[in-house]
């Protein structure tokens, strides 16, 4: 959140209780969309290294078959559907992101004490691991402190839910003693276990603690040896980094929004870990507020463009965390009969080859779609069909002056209003050809890759962007809309056939409270003083 907002030239200032950031792993998931958000901030480069790219995920039943896998090989989005990661590392790297904001400041050991509305903002009460006390005026505020948020408590936001009985143990071992590249989820009936390869030789096992084993039991070096002891050789000769019991919540935050008060990641909602979305979950939080809070901090909107947050980040996330819970209970039953139903139930389904694609290829991962929100369905459209309110894809591009780009790396961190085969300029006509201009907004015209050099009456203010692999024009041979507004999250704000481009230009800067008259300069140090997010 602070990379974005530094990103646009916001003030912000982080707060973090701790002294130091956390140094034991935590997720160990990544999915691409998180990697496409890393990339939006300029850090994904520096963040791949703690990767593990492609990473299978094999379920077996207590015989070590496998009886379901998981290895999406596509990549839409631009990146891996599955990647294992170091998330301290992970971490690392986006604190070192915010030096390249003056404007962005990190205070270490300073906790939340309370806060208050004032006519302009918002009046932070801050204590010091001293017992001093400051008071921080922002315009907003948003708690990104965990599942027991004390920014969510101070909402008086409830935190609806389950939080489930079962515990589980969790052992993150150096020098894999392994060293099998992916994941496996044992769903064993005597004891279901996972055993995760994240990066840098450190292996994850998770081992259910069973009814009658007490939470120090399950701590004891004797009994991890011992749970550990089918897997491993030699057990005595471990290097663990950590080890420790926890439950697994599925629980949601009544209101992700009161006022100049945000809620984002766990403090949002907390979700199993079988998907491995709890951390990504938070990223698409950052990635789909951070534009708006920079948007109305820059004077590019008013404040109704942050409700959509929470119209549209609600739904997705509590999608997920059906999704999780609803894994869970299926790798998870010790009984023998029911585990020996689900066995048969998924061996049948493997014979299947569109249901195995259907479970190989990820296509059951709820993808977002915002059917309200920052987004204009034009009369008519099917929602389920429609481009409107999910992500565009980002293939690799050539342009004039580079060749084999993300396409993100082109389109860049603020609006872009795309067209295939057309000009967008002449498209949206004059009038709103200056809206957009004033905005900030980059005008793209996609072309066949044997177009992109043809000059004749190219506007000075749109790139020709050529599509390299050909996915672009698939892309639009399945959809019959051909000019896209997209936003800064890459999000197809609006889509439309070329002759309606105007009028859905007039309805977004609508939808999305735009403030037409105001210029800005995306992903630039503003000179003048911003005030405090």
Not at 17 to 28: A, F, H, N, T
Not at 367 to 382: F, I, L, N, W
Not at 428 to 439: A, H
Request: charged letters at 25%; proline letters at 6%.
């Amino acid at each position: 959140m602070a990379n974005i907002l530094g990103g646009h030239g916001v003030r912000t200032r982080v707060i973090d209780s701790r002294s130091e950031l956390i140094d034991y792993p935590r997720g160990v998931g990544l999915d691409d969309e998180s990697l496409r958000g890393f990339q939006g901030i300029g850090l994904a480069e520096g963040i791949l290294p703690h990767t593990v790219p492609n990473q299978i995920m094999r379920f077996v039943n207590g015989k070590g078959g496998v009886i379901a896998e998981i290895a999406p090989t596509g990549e839409p989005f631009g990146w891996p559907r599955r990647n294992g990661f170091v998330q301290p590392l992970v971490d690392a790297e986006l604190l070192k992101g915010l030096e390249r904001y003056e404007k962005v400041d990190v205070q270490w050991s300073r906790r939340l004490e309370s806060f208050s509305e004032t006519s302009g903002g918002i009046a932070a009460t801050v204590e010091d691991e001293g017992g001093g006390t400051s008071v921080v005026d922002a315009r907003y505020l948003i708690g990104c402190d965990g599942g027991r948020s004390a920014t969510r408590h101070l909402m008086g936001a409830s935190f609806d839910g389950t939080t489930s009985s079962t515990r589980w143990l969790v052992i993150d071992v150096r020098n894999d003693p392994l060293g099998a590249p992916n994941i496996y989820v044992g769903a064993d009936p005597k004891r279901p276990y996972v055993s995760v390869s994240i990066a840098h030789g450190i292996r994850r096992f998770e081992f259910m603690v069973l009814p009658g084993e007490s939470d120090e039991r399950a701590e004891d070096p004797e009994f991890v040896q011992a749970m550990l002891a089918p897997f491993v050789p030699n057990t005595s000769d471990l290097d663990i980094i950590r080890q420790r019991v926890y439950t697994h919540h599925s629980r949601i935050a009544g209101a992700f929004r009161k006022g100049r008060v945000f809620l984002a990641g766990d403090a949002a909602h907390l979700m199993p870990v079988w998907q491995g979305q709890g951390y990504n979950s938070g990223i698409r939080d950052a990635v789909n507020l951070g534009w708006k809070l920079a948007a109305v901090i820059n004077g590019v909107a008013e404040d109704a463009l942050l409700d959509t947050y929470d119209v549209e980040r609600r739904g997705h996330a509590g999608a997920m965390i059906d999704l999780s819970t609803r894994v869970g209970k299926i790798i998870s039953p010790t009984n023998r009969t029911v585990a020996l139903a689900r066995d048969l139930v998924f061996g049948a389904l493997s014979n299947v080859p569109a249901l195995k694609r259907y479970i190989m290829e990820m296509r059951f991962k709820p993808m977002p779609r915002y059917e309200r929100g920052a987004v204009v369905h034009a009369p008519g459209t099917d929602a389920r069909t429609s481009p409107v309110g999910r992500l565009f894809i980002q293939p690799k591009v050539d342009t004039r002056l580079r060749e084999d780009v993300r396409l993100d790396d082109v389109l860049g961190p603020w609006f872009a209003i795309a067209s295939w085969n057309n000009d967008p300029v002449t498209l949206l006509g004059p009038e709103q050809f200056e809206v957009w201009k004033r905005l900030g907004a980059h005008f793209i015209s996609f072309r066949p890759n044997t177009q992109l050099n043809w000059p004749d009456q190219d506007h000075p203010d749109v790139e020709i962007v050529g599509d390299r692999s050909g996915a672009l024009k698939a892309w639009f041979d399945e959809h019959e809309e051909s000019t896209l507004f997209l936003r800064p999250d890459r999000c197809v704000a609006g889509a439309c056939i070329a002759q309606n481009t105007a009028s859905l230009s007039r309805s977004l800067t609508t939808a999305l409270s735009l403030t037409t008259g105001v210029r800005h300069a995306p992903s630039a140090l503003l000179p003048v003083a911003q005030p405090t997010a």
